[in-house]
């Protein structure tokens, strides 16, 4: 993907704004489920996840949420579903260190790229975040570490 | 003669600072205000030459400053038509409605009394009173506000009954910036023998106020949103309710003296509610505030203010991509969506073009029900702004499209 070209990067923000991936409620056979609702920002959603076996099989997400966030929790769900907790978690890593504007092979996230240049309106890293710590958080949960 | 040219030469935040690269304009003047040099020369006077403790020393330094304390509570009680025993100084709007609920709510509402408000309400005005509730079993209760948001008078004598022991709400509110009629409420809530609290945070820096004409028995409000400096504020309480109500904390200053048995012996009202050293600077810098918007004049900040929401209203009201939410309001608060946008983008754009407003559910959370969204963006005027800084606005509203939102990013 050509990252030098904004218009591309754009369509895809659009794109999964207008029709968001995987945005409903979950339901009984999800087993786990975060709620974000920041205290700095307006979005309130929710995201479930089914991890069976070190594998996460399901994510959706519902709620409101801005342009950036609905687009970058979209995207995420697309990304990370059918992905082994241990690539899922070196996949959120790879993103966290893109929004920090580190020095990093982009390739393995795909869409997610369209965020890459986030940073410069600082306040809404939040916004292109929200989704992914969500996720960070229930692998976490799913693994016990979660206090 | 109102000159706001002159009058934007008094603040540094107006004189060549930019955001985004572009002139800065600001509009979010219902969450703070600028400060004039004077202001700010006040405060900065007090660390470099008045540096000492009110009410403690017996040398010149102390005293002088004391003076000054006292001479920033008569400007507080001049402002607001009050006598100064009646003003409690305290760290803003919110600590002196919190007050109001702990020292006089958790003491005198009893199980089945009720709270009177409104679903327009800022949290500061409406947590503390929960919590008043759920420590007395007191009941709260809201008047239904008006299709358009508005409190009507008819909608408050309807609400009204004799178990209501308090009503507490803003005389203009932070989301809608309606002017309630706290005048002729005051009078109803009396005659059924209930007390009535002002949350000022939005009224006192935009219209005149009088709590001894309206008769209303708590007033709160902040001097940062008045031009003056953060962390300060004002209570006023009628005398005899001071007299009764418990402080929310004790400490030095609050006690005329104490002994081992743990009696306590606090002092008059307003001095038993100020314990510990205030932010004294800041009390200084109140003053200093009140001075300023005193020497232009409250009738004339209204008056201008009006004359630029009519100005900002008229060139937005026939926009199809925008839906405002309070176009009947007197003040200057503008409170509207881009349509298909949401509020944070289009303020994250807005901001890119140089311009703060505010977009959220600007701490009234239950108001948002009413207005059938999650969120909205609010514009605030005061008497700086202008109607050039208006334009670009306009043009900004005019151009917005959600391409350009998400263009932000690249």
Redesign the interface.
């Given at each position: 993907m050509d990252i030098t070209d904004?218009m591309l990067?754009?369509q895809i923000?659009?794109d999964h704004?207008q029709y968001p991936r995987n945005k409903h409620a979950g339901d009984a056979h999800h087993n786990h489920m975060i709620h974000m609702a920041s205290e700095s920002?307006?979005?309130?959603i929710k995201v479930w996840a089914t991890i069976e076996n070190d594998k996460i099989t399901d994510i959706c997400f519902d709620g409101?949420?801005?342009?950036?966030s609905t687009a970058s929790t979209s995207i995420l769900t697309e990304l990370l579903k059918g992905k082994s907790i241990e690539e899922a978690r070196t996949l959120i890593d790879r993103y966290f260190d893109m929004i920090d504007l580190k020095n990093v092979d982009l390739e393995p996230l795909e869409e997610a790229i369209?965020?890459y240049?986030?940073g410069?309106?600082a306040?809404?890293i939040k916004?292109a975040t929200i989704g992914w710590n969500a996720m960070k958080q229930i692998i976490e949960e799913s693994e016990g570490k979660h206090d | 003669m109102f000159d706001v040219n002159k009058i934007r030469q008094d603040f540094p935040m107006l004189n060549g600072k930019t955001m985004q690269g572009k002139p800065l304009i600001y509009f979010d003047n219902a969450a703070t205000t600028f400060k004039p040099q004077t202001v700010i020369d006040t405060v900065v006077k007090y660390y470099t030459e008045q540096t000492a403790n009110v009410h403690r020393g017996d040398y010149d330094l102390s005293y002088q400053v004391s003076e000054g304390y006292e001479a920033a509570r008569e400007t507080v009680a001049r402002f607001i038509n009050a006598q100064p025993r009646e003003v409690v100084l305290t760290s803003g709007a919110s600590a002196a409605l919190n007050l109001v609920a702990y020292g006089w709510g958790q003491k005198f509402l009893k199980p089945g009394d009720v709270i009177l408000s409104t679903e327009a309400e800022h949290a500061s005005n409406i947590l503390p009173w929960f919590k008043a509730a759920e420590v007395t079993g007191a009941i709260f209760e809201y008047i239904p506000l008006a299709q358009n948001g508005e409190l009507t008078l008819e909608n408050f004598k309807a609400a009204m009954h004799s178990k209501v022991k308090v009503v507490t709400l803003a005389n203009i509110t932070n989301v809608l910036g309606y002017v309630a009629p706290i005048k002729e409420m005051a009078k109803i809530a009396h005659e059924y023998g209930a007390i009535i609290v002002v949350d000022g945070a939005q009224g006192v820096p935009h219209i005149a106020t009088d709590v001894e004409d309206w008769d209303v028995d708590y007033l709160a409000f902040s001097a940062h949103k008045l031009c003056g400096p953060t962390g300060v504020g004002a209570l006023y309480g009628k005398y005899e309710l001071l007299q009764q109500m418990d402080p929310f904390m004790l400490g030095g200053g609050s006690n005329a003296r104490f002994d081992i048995c743990g009696n306590i012996l606090l002092k008059n009202p307003p001095y038993k509610f100020e314990a510990g050293t205030p932010a004294i600077e800041a009390v200084l810098g109140f003053k200093a505030a009140i001075d300023y918007i005193s020497a232009i004049g409250m009738e004339n900040i209204m008056a201008y203010e009006h004359e630029l929401r009519k100005y900002l209203m008229s060139q937005i009201k026939d926009m199809e991509h925008i839906t405002i939410y309070n176009p009947e309001a007197a003040t200057g608060i503008i409170t509207f969506n881009v349509k298909d946008i949401f509020a944070q983008d289009a303020a994250s754009y807005i901001n890119s073009q140089g311009i703060a407003v505010r977009a959220g559910n600007h701490c009234a959370k239950i108001l948002m029900d009413m207005l059938q969204t999650s969120e909205t963006i609010r514009a605030s005027l005061y008497f700086y702004n202008t109607k050039e800084e208006i334009d670009h606005f306009v043009q900004v509203i005019r151009e917005i499209t959600l391409e350009k939102c998400v263009d932000l990013f690249f």
């Open positions: 904004p990067l754009r923000i659009m704004y920002c307006i979005d309130d409101v949420a801005c342009t950036i369209a965020f240049q986030v410069k309106q306040n809404r916004c | -």
